[in-house]
């Protein structure tokens, strides 16, 4: 409620015992206005995350001073996913038959229903029903937001442990999703340390919607999914 230049304790009561001040209450429409505006901020940052009242939950966090560095470090993780999620919409929203939430639904060319979805551990995945009941696991994507290059081997481990479980959940493939240009790694070092990533991804090239590494992400994606590209046609006779 305080800070430097800057003092809201005039609403704290509000808060605290359900009371509007003397002093608060003049000031109602200009506080309004700015948590509709920090608010919109934060949902526009989210995007296609789509988050539900458990999400929304989890960001009060961000409110409490001792763990506001921890929620802000899940915020950045979030924001991540929800880029890589929204690039993978994109390739595949012309085939999609349901976006709703967290959920991606697709009839792919052989007639199978394809789900991609936000999950935790690893952070999307791509699996496809081929029967009733039966799930194949296609592909486990660990996205790691984190942009200080100083730590990126921790991050690099913690995918390794994830794409080890992913693999034996009968995973086919594994994707590393990083959030630092690709000219700056060291992919012979990263690949050493996460043998179980099949490819890593720089999430700055993929949410530039273009390029070679964009493009071959994008034709994995389809190809694995056995989804059509974008205004591809049947051929007859």
């Known amino acids: 409620y305080g800070g430097k230049g800057f003092s809201a304790a005039k609403f704290k009561k509000m808060e605290s015992d359900g009371i509007i001040t003397d002093r608060a209450e003049p000031q109602l429409g200009d506080l309004c206005a700015a948590l509709c505006g920090a608010a919109s901020f934060l949902l526009e940052k989210i995007g296609p995350a789509r988050p539900n ?9 961000l409110t409490v001073g001792p763990q506001f560095r921890g929620g802000a470090n899940n915020l950045i993780g979030t924001e991540g996913i929800a880029v890589a999620f929204e690039v993978i919409r994109q390739i595949v929203s ?11 639904r697709i009839r792919n060319a052989t007639g199978r229903m394809v789900l991609i979805k936000f999950s935790s551990d690893p952070d999307i995945v791509i699996s496809e029903e ?29 995918a390794e442990k994830s794409h080890q479980k992913a693999r034996k959940r ?14 700056r790694l060291d992919m012979e070092k990263l690949v050493n340390e996460s043998p179980s990533t099949d490819r890593f991804y720089s999430l700055d090239d993929l949410s530039t919607g273009r390029g070679e590494t964009y493009a071959a992400f994008c034709r994995r994606v389809l190809a694995l999914t056995s989804i059509k590209p974008r205004g591809a046609s049947v051929r007859k006779g």
Do not use: M
């Not at 009242?53 to 966090?61: A, N, S, Y």
């Not at 012309?94 to 991606?104: M, Q, V, Y």
């Open 94 to 104: 012309h085939a999609a038959s349901e976006i709703s939430g967290d959920t991606i």
């Open 170 to 183: 009968g995973f086919t493939e594994c994707w590393t999703v990083v959030n630092i240009p690709q000219r």
């Open 53 to 61: 009242l458990e999400f929304l939950d989890d960001l009060t966090l």
């Open 130 to 158: 081929i029967g009733e009941g039966e799930i194949r696991n296609v592909v486990a994507i660990e996205v790691k937001s984190g942009s200080d290059i100083s730590n990126i081997h921790n991050r690099i481990g913690e």
